[in-house]
């Protein structure tokens, strides 16, 4: 079975935070939740997800103001992230899906500046930390 595209569900919150995990951000679980219940609810926040075999495999989230300059509704990919070892057909049909929901909903333009601001996932950090403490002289 191929991957396919649909609107997250309050039901997909723990294999979504799982997801994320597993891509290296740690979500504080209360607050993942109560921001997770929020935004799967607002009319303005698309939460799309990426299942396969009915394994949750990717998720994206798009939001959506005016903006005057333009002169109408403006979408902007915030998060991408695709469980390692993905089939590659994910990443691209999550992607045209989200777009696709947001040009649907009247969106004039769509900005694709995923995890732009999102901090560094602490995995890397932690990855970095234990390179810079091996790189250290012994009895240092």
Do not use: W
């Not at 002169?71 to 045209?96: F, T």
Request: some cysteine; overall charge positive; glycine content about 10%.
């Amino acid at each position: 079975m191929g991957v396919c595209v649909r609107p997250a569900s309050l039901g997909d919150g723990v294999a979504v935070l799982s997801l994320l995990e597993d891509v290296g951000y740690y979500p504080e679980p209360i607050s993942f939740a109560q921001t997770f219940r929020k935004t799967i609810n607002d009319p303005h926040f698309l939460v799309r997800v990426a299942e396969e075999s009915g394994r949750i495999v990717g998720v994206a989230t798009l939001s959506l103001r005016y903006q005057l300059g333009l002169g109408g509704l403006v979408g902007n990919l915030d998060e991408l992230a695709i469980v390692p070892g993905a089939p590659k057909s994910a990443l691209r049909r999550l992607l045209k899906a989200t777009v696709g929901r947001a040009r649907a909903l009247g969106a004039v333009q769509v900005i694709k500046n995923a995890n732009q601001n999102t901090p560094p996932p602490r995995a890397a950090l932690l990855r970095a930390r234990a390179a810079a403490q091996e790189s250290l002289p012994r009895g240092a």
